[in-house]
């Protein structure tokens, strides 16, 4: 039984010109103690999944399908239960800690604003669990005392991801913990996440647009493309078993910079106008390099494929590769 | 050869790009709040201007029965002064409008060239400019309109304006000033130096095409204010008391204790007029965002 | 220190010997003193490209404000070919940086978002390749072309919010190709761009340093991409240059602890963590069980 499980979950946004449906049919599930990630370039809709997920949408979204959080659909329940079901429920740690963290509060002060809002504490109370969730993330109690601004980008993201632990939550969707930091920070931080997943057994979603730092810290990946899943694999198997030519791609992104002569791979062309609602075709076919006759007419569906699914013609047998696009 | 493909744009017509103040007038009318504000503004502005054609008889006339109630004759009663309420209302109109205009256009001009001072070039002369901008904001306004304006009695409209604008420029040039200084550390600036460009050229076509909502909005505020501020000084007996306006109306029929006598129309209609001229400016303000974001201009 | 970066080399473009920027500020009260820079010599052969690599607060954005005249060195010399770069007057600037370009991190920040991208295009031309207003218009085309940008026409008269990300990026570049520079900064030119668009942008810049001979200082603190575009690497640590040389041997050889972490923490798809758990303790523990930032 998973603690979690997303069933055709659709978003969509009504714009000024024209709506946008930024998730399509999206179904997958996480199981406690796992750290799945989900991974998608800007505009394939995994941010707005993580909201979604965290009741984090703005009002305006259109949202419908199933999210049944450990038996209980949170679609169906409105704002004061959410807020409720946030303590051991599910929790979002934000994006970027500069803009997630109110400036004129230490980091002391964010704690006690979460914390007395979800339970009863004391303060001294809230100081000790607070010092306790910092050293939990590798950072001294001395911190609390600290502004927003005088952390480094990487300290921000742990007292993030410190706050949103003492909320004891059993789900933490993740939203892009490491975008805009350095290489080095990048991998503390995802390790920390990884670390504090084995020893506190929270579930974990990853959300990423950098593939190669999400396999390798989590065990399952799920590829987004224009509102999709396209492909969810173990992520220690993405190397070798990649079937989606849109996964294949970006694993070819990754070169070695070791190697004697490196160049990057890309993928050409952009990323579909998800205004124009197409539900006929493949909508990776346009950039995809195999693609055929029947990849424009009609959309493939997920279907089991090798160690997982993948919703490609080419990938779950429908068409051969005999014929290649010039 | 290293390509991308071209823009998409979805598939409707290429709208015909409109310019100047056809665009100005549709993006506001689009705003529910701003339409309102435009139809207002505009009803007075032409109640103004056909004052004339409009206007029962010649708001000067003093030869009516004064202090009657509304009747076939005068619709809105007469003033204490035997003047036909109505028409003086109608003529009154003017001076608002043209002290509102005045002092907002004056008011957010000066805001805007200190402000650009300040901001862009900041040192000793932004630090100048900017004492002599938190000096005035300091000194109450009231008082000091008052001051002015008793030292300049009688003066008129020029007067007026000239006080009003004395006060209120400075909150606009703080903002603006603000404004600039934050702009200026942008990348797109930085960009335009190093593509040689000089000063002047980047304050003109790189900083003030991003404060178009700002500059709107403080001589939306200002113009509020402003036909307040006018008001209120004419009410205390500050302006020409021989003008046809709202504000001398009012002192008139305080003056004359209208309300006790039951001739409440003569308080009531320039009143209302005031509240109306200023809550068309508010109103308007709500449809300055919609001016200066380029993705709602386009369409 | 190699040979071919020995100062006082006259064919190389950009020659930085023993550049220093000291920062005095305050900090509660006590006056603090930081050095952003301190002590970098590197020299940048013409048509070629260096890649500079570090994390931030490593004095990367310095130094490449030192270089562009926008800030100067406490002390050491900067020259541009003739040009003593650290002691040029503020009138001088305008005239340096025909020569220096700058390409920005940011695409959603270094483009005005109410000029059109014509008229961005332009001002270098009209500036420093005496151009009349009216007459930019093939120029202008031509650019965008060479950039990818194609049919051009179509972007000529677009606003930047109408472009994605990697297509602004080409603006950028276009714009600091008009005036024909000598060198051209790039700050972290893809690092906010998906990393599928990459690759687009990296070619871009390899092929024209190979068509029109431009030198390019390629500042980041990704080791993947500087490997694919630069011919030499600076590592930079807290101000320092810690290693440098030719490219592919820095990757392949260090000699740095500093540059071994760096190369270590690139993201391999079919890496594993249980597979350099070693090197994952070193990071750790090298900086301290508890992280704090020094002050």
């Given amino acids: 039984m998973s603690l979690l499980a997303v069933k055709d979950l659709d978003v969509t946004y009504p714009g000024g010109q024209a709506a946008i449906t930024a998730v399509r049919g999206v179904s997958f599930s996480l199981n406690s103690g796992e750290l799945a990630a989900l991974v998608g370039e800007s505009g394939s809709g995994k941010s707005t999944v993580g909201h979604a997920l965290t009741g984090t949408l703005p009002g305006s979204a259109i949202v419908s399908g199933n999210v049944d959080f450990d038996g209980t659909d949170i679609m169906s329940m409105d704002a004061r239960m959410l807020r409720k079901s946030r303590r051991r429920g599910i929790a979002l740690m934000p994006q970027n800690g500069l803009n997630a963290l109110n400036p004129v509060l230490t980091v002391e002060g964010h704690f006690w604003d ?143 910079a070791r190697a004697d002569e490196v160049t990057l791979a890309g993928i050409p062309g952009s990323p579909p106008d998800l205004s124009l609602g197409q539900e006929s075709s493949c909508l990776f076919a346009p950039r995809c390099p195999h693609a055929q006759q029947l990849c424009s007419t009609e959309r493939p569906s997920l279907r089991s494929v090798g160690s997982g699914r993948a919703a490609c013609f080419l990938a779950d047998g429908t068409l051969s590769e005999a014929v290649h696009a010039s | 050869m290293n390509t991308v493909a071209v823009a998409s744009s979805p598939a409707r017509p290429i709208a015909r790009r409109r310019r100047g103040l056809t665009l100005v007038v549709a993006t506001l009318w689009r705003q529910p709040k701003a339409r309102a504000g435009l139809i207002i503004l505009l009803a007075l502005v032409a109640m103004a201007v056909l004052a004339p054609l409009v ?85 109450p306004a009231l008082p000091l309109m008052i001051i002015i304006s008793t030292y300049r009695k009688g003066g008129g409209i020029l007067t007026i304006v000239l006080v009003i604008v004395i006060i209120s420029w400075a909150f606009g040039g703080r903002v603006v000033r603000s404004r600039v200084m934050s702009l200026r550390s942008l990348d797109f600036v930085t960009a335009a130096q190093f593509s040689g460009d000089r000063t002047g050229r980047i304050i003109v076509r790189e900083i003030l095409p991003n ?89 | 220190m190699p040979a071919e970066f020995a100062a006082g080399d006259r064919a190389a473009l950009l020659t930085l010997e023993s550049v220093t920027k000291v920062f005095r500020g305050r900090r509660a009260g006590q006056s603090a003193v930081k050095r952003a820079v301190d002590d970098v010599s590197f020299a ?59 390409v920005f991190q940011d695409p959603y920040a270094a483009l ?25 218009g093939s120029h202008v085309l031509e650019l965008l072309a060479k950039v990818g940008l194609t049919p051009p026409e179509q972007f000529e008269p677009k606003l930047p919010h109408q472009l994605s990300g990697g297509q602004r990026q080409r603006v950028v570049i276009a714009r600091a190709l008009a005036s024909r520079p000598r060198l051209i900064v790039a700050d972290e030119p893809v690092s906010m761009l998906d990393v599928s668009l990459r690759a687009g942008i990296i070619g871009l810049l390899r092929d024209l340093r190979e068509s029109d001979g431009i030198s390019l200082l390629y500042i980041t603190h990704d080791l993947l991409s500087a490997r694919a575009v630069a011919d030499d690497l ?47 303790e070193k990071t750790t523990t090298s900086q301290g069980g508890r992280l704090e930032r020094a002050d």
């Fill in chain 1, 114 to 256: 979460v914390l007395r809002s979800h339970e009863r504490v004391r303060r001294a109370e809230a100081r000790q669990l607070s010092a306790a969730m910092l050293e939990k993330v590798g950072l001294s109690g001395s911190v609390l005392r600290r502004y927003p601004h005088e952390l480094s980008g990487g300290m921000r993201q742990r007292v993030c991801l410190a706050i949103v632990l003492s909320l004891q939550p059993r789900v933490i969707v993740f939203d892009e913990p490491t975008t805009a930091l350095d290489v080095l920070t990048q991998q503390q931080v995802i390790q920390t996440i990884a670390e504090l997943q084995r020893s506190e057994g929270f579930a974990g979603l990853l959300i990423s647009h950098d593939l190669g730092l999400a396999l390798e810290h989590s065990s399952r990946a799920l590829i987004m493309y224009a509102g999709r899943i396209v492909e969810e694999l173990p992520s220690h198997r993405a190397l070798d078993d990649a079937r989606h030519p849109y996964t294949r791609a970006l694993v070819d992104c990754y070169s070695d």
């Fill in chain 2, 55 to 139: 206007s029962p008889y010649s708001p000067q006339v003093s030869t009516f029965p004064p202090m009657t109630g509304p009747s076939a004759a005068h619709l809105l009663g007469t003033t204490g002064g035997g003047q036909d309420v109505l028409s003086q209302l109608i003529y009154g109109a003017r001076d608002s409008l043209l002290v509102a205009f005045g002092a907002g256009i004056l008011a957010t001009l000066l805001a805007l060239a200190i402000g650009l001072l300040a901001g862009y070039l900041s040192g000793p002369a932004d630090s100048v400019l900017n004492f002599l901008m938190n000096l005035l904001l300091v000194i």
């Fill in chain 2, 211 to 299: 404060m178009v909502s700002l500059v709107a909005a403080i001589f939306f505020a200002t113009a509020t204010g402003a036909v307040l501020a006018e008001a209120g000084l004419e009410f205390l007996g500050l302006g020409n008391p021989a003008t046809v306006s709202w504000g001398t109306m009012l002192y008139w029929a305080q003056t004359y204790n209208v309300l006790a006598q039951g001739q409440w129309a003569g308080i009531f209609a320039p009143g209302l007029c005031i509240a109306l001229l200023a809550s068309a400016f508010a109103l308007l303000n709500f449809g300055v965002d919609e001016l200066s974001n380029p993705r709602l201009r386009e369409a």
């Fill in chain 3, 44 to 102: 940048i052969q013409p048509g070629t490209s260096l890649g500079l690599i570090g994390q931030s607060g490593s004095g990367k954005t310095t130094l490449a404000r030192l270089i562009t005249g926008v800030d100067t060195p406490t002390s050491g010399s900067i020259r541009l070919g003739d040009t003593q770069v650290d002691q040029l007057h503020r009138r001088e600037l305008r005239a340096y940086r025909h020569g220096v370009q700058f």
């Fill in chain 3, 112 to 136: 005005n978002p109410a000029s059109r991208i014509g008229y961005v295009i332009s001002r270098p031309l009209v500036n420093y390749a005496g151009v009349a207003p009216d007459q930019a």
């Fill in chain 3, 234 to 280: 600076v590592v930079l640590q807290d101000g320092r240059v810690v290693e440098q040389g030719p490219a592919r041997q820095v990757v392949q050889h260090p000699q740095h602890e500093y540059t071994r972490r760096l190369i270590d923490a690139l993201p391999q798809p079919g890496r594993r963590p249980a597979d350099t758990a070693d090197q994952r």
